[in-house]
T-cell receptor, first 118, second 113 residues
């Protein structure tokens, strides 16, 4: 149980393109989803917390207009990298928590999206 | 930075040996979690240890927690080549009634067959 699907797994596109990444909870409802960014051989850095039906909460230093987050339902959150540039190339990972989950429960992660901007 | 530190950054051992990874964190915690990441994949939850617990086991995994030293360790016994992965500790950071995970820097484990 508690499966999170992330799509696409790999994107290669030209500079200036906007890219949308989807994160779905397949067998549970998630009021909260998280978006992380990970550079090679480094740890995960939280970008934003996505709350169903409300605006996302962005971490310091993350551009809201650059990384658009939409969490329109209890099973889907999307991250759109707008006008992507080579420096946006990275591994993006989402995670989700079940409805009513408190801090003593783990997060469930998608398999990540490797974004390469040429 | 809220991020914790892990050591070693990289560890290479022979199959059958034990692997120990350490994690230090900065703030008081409710719990500490360990995750595993295979190369190019998402994270898989391994163990959650609460702040009032000192040790926890799951199969070949053993986690200890010392809140006085703000540190935790993950021990993998009788390692296998399939244990090759990156391992991260994570603590829950609470602010304004919301919670988020803060990950340590990670340990890259290589188990040689």
């Amino acid at each position: 149980g508690a499966v999170v699907s992330q799509h696409p797994s790999r994107v290669i596109c030209k500079s200036g393109t906007s890219v949308k990444i989807e994160c779905r909870s397949l067998d549970f409802q998630a009021t909260t989803m998280f978006w992380y960014r990970q550079f090679p051989k480094q740890s995960l850095m939280l970008m934003a917390t996505s709350n169903e039906g409300s605006k996302a909460t962005y971490e310091q230093g993350v551009e809201k207009d650059k990384f658009l987050i939409n969490h329109a339902s209890l099973t889907l959150s999307t991250l759109t990298v707008t006008s992507a540039h080579p420096e946006d190339s990275s591994f993006y990972i989402c995670s989700a928590q079940t409805v009513g989950a408190v801090l003593n429960q783990p997060q469930h992660f998608g398999d990540g999206t490797r974004l390469s901007i040429l | 930075s809220q991020q914790g530190e892990e050591d070693p950054q990289a560890l290479s051992i022979q199959e059958g040996e034990n692997a120990t990874m350490n994690c230090s964190y900065k703030t008081s915690i409710n719990n500490l979690q360990w995750y595993r990441q295979n190369s190019g994949r998402g994270l898989v939850h391994l163990i959650l240890i609460r702040s009032n617990e000192r040790e926890k086991h799951s199969g070949r995994l053993r986690v200890t927690l010392d809140t006085s030293k703000k540190s935790s360790s993950l021990l993998i016994t009788a390692s296998r080549a399939a244990d090759t992965a990156s391992y991260f500790c994570a603590t829950v950071f609470e602010m304004d009634s919301s919670y988020k995970l803060i990950f340590g820097s990670g340990t890259r484990l290589l188990v040689r067959p």
